[in-house]
């Protein structure tokens, strides 16, 4: 059976940084699209950056972009999530996901084959 089992969420100033981490079970994670998606209090969950499977390409939400990186190690089954310069309104429960093969709709939690339970981020003002 498949898990993502995501990490290192937890309570920061603003300015601050966090590393997330998830831990995917899957033989040839090699060949997954990972993503991370947020979902904040009364918000619907939105696209926050993917990494694709063939050639390690990122994309991320304009929202993020210069301030989260987005990395994976196949050795250990784990895809990264960076996030510097928090902001309050980065608040939200951060969710892995994952494809195989490449989606066009990877900004899409709904195209993703397998997802995580998640974890908090808390950015205090």
């Known amino acids: 059976q498949v898990q993502l089992v995501e990490s290192g969420g937890g309570l920061v100033q603003a300015g601050g940084s966090l590393r997330l981490s998830c831990v995917a079970s899957?033989?040839?994670?090699?060949?997954?699209?990972m993503g991370w998606f947020r979902q904040a209090p009364g918000k619907e969950r939105e696209f926050v950056a993917a990494i694709m499977w063939s050639g390690g390409d990122t994309d991320y939400a304009d929202s993020v972009k210069g301030r989260f990186t987005i990395s994976r190690d196949i050795a250990k089954n784990t895809v990264y999530l960076q996030m510097n310069s928090l902001k309050p309104e980065d608040t939200a429960v951060y969710y892995c996901?994952?494809?195989?093969?490449?989606?066009?709709?990877?900004?899409?939690?709904?195209?993703?084959?397998?997802r995580g339970q998640g974890t908090q981020v808390t950015v205090s003002s």
């Open positions: 996901a994952a494809a195989r093969l490449t989606t066009s709709r990877y900004t899409d939690y709904t195209s993703y084959t397998y």
């Open positions: 899957i033989r040839t994670f090699s060949y997954y699209t």
